[in-house]
T-cell receptor, first 114, second 114 residues
Framework: DQQVKQNSPSLSVQEGRISILNCDYTNSMFDYFLWYKKYPAEGPTFLISISSIKDKNEDGRFTVFLNKSAKHLSLHIVPSQPGDSAVYFCAASPGTGGSYIPTFGRGTSLIVHP | DTEVTQTPKHLVMGMTNKKSLKCEQH?????MYWYKQKAKKPPELMFVYSYEKLSINESVPSRFSPECPNSSLLNLHLHALQPEDSALYLC?????????????FGSGTQLSVL
């Protein structure tokens, strides 16, 4: 039973356009969310995070939006660049106490075409 | 120093071999993790060390044996592996305060078992 779901295995976008990667979760105890980016044969690299007390967090070209009532978050990349082509993992954790280890989604492979 | 360093980067071993994977971080992190990742799948948690003590073992077969000699080092000893154990093995670390943990991953060891 997947608690963190990334229902789109892949996404193809033109350079300069917006990339929107989606993530849904089922565990209402999750209150800290992270996005990781992964190139082939490398470890995931932390990209951006958001706590449940916020609904938006922005870092340069990357913005994460959180809709707690819908248990949904999304990562927006604007403008998309070919170097953004990678697998993006959404992860979620209870934030404090208990099992603080993030649970990962299956990932979305983003391809940005020049 | 914000890196998690893993060695070796690649490893090929036979089913009767004994080998070890090594991981090192100098960020003062007190939680260290081993993950296993197969292609097109999310990272799968194997072990967690918190303050040099094994705190989580996700029912991993005994042919995988973790060791945490000190707060900066984490090893994974391998013995009598099976071909299905071939995967990317990722080490990660985090502050270990149990609060909004952000994991920092190494580049991984790509393991092939023949």
């Amino acid at each position: 039973d997947q608690q963190v779901k990334q229902n789109s295995p892949s996404l193809s976008v033109q350079e300069g356009r917006i990339s929107i990667l989606n993530c849904d979760y089922t565990n209402s105890m999750f209150d800290y969310f992270l996005w990781y980016k992964k190139y082939p044969a490398e470890g995931p690299t932390f990209l951006i995070s958001i706590s449940s007390i916020k609904d938006k967090n922005e870092d340069g070209r990357f913005t994460v939006f959180l809709n707690k009532s819908a248990k949904h978050l999304s990562l927006h990349i604007v403008p998309s660049q070919p170097g953004d082509s990678a697998v993006y993992f959404c992860a979620a954790s209870p934030g404090t106490g208990g099992s603080y280890i993030p649970t990962f989604g299956r990932g979305t492979s983003l391809i940005v075409h020049p | 120093d914000t890196e998690v360093t893993q060695t070796p980067k690649h490893l090929v071993m036979g089913m009767t071999n004994k080998k070890s994977l090594k991981c090192e971080q100098h960020m003062g992190h007190r939680a260290m993790y081993w993950y296993k990742q197969k292609a097109k799948k999310p990272p799968e948690l194997m072990f967690v060390y918190s303050y040099e003590k094994l705190s989580i073992n996700e029912s991993v077969p005994s042919r995988f044996s973790p060791e945490c000699p000190n707060s900066s080092l984490l090893n994974l000893h391998l013995h009598a592996l099976q071909p299905e154990d071939s995967a990317l093995y990722l080490c990660a670390s985090s502050l270990g305060r149990g609060l909004n943990e952000k994991l920092f991953f190494g580049s991984g060891t790509q393991l092939s078992v023949l």
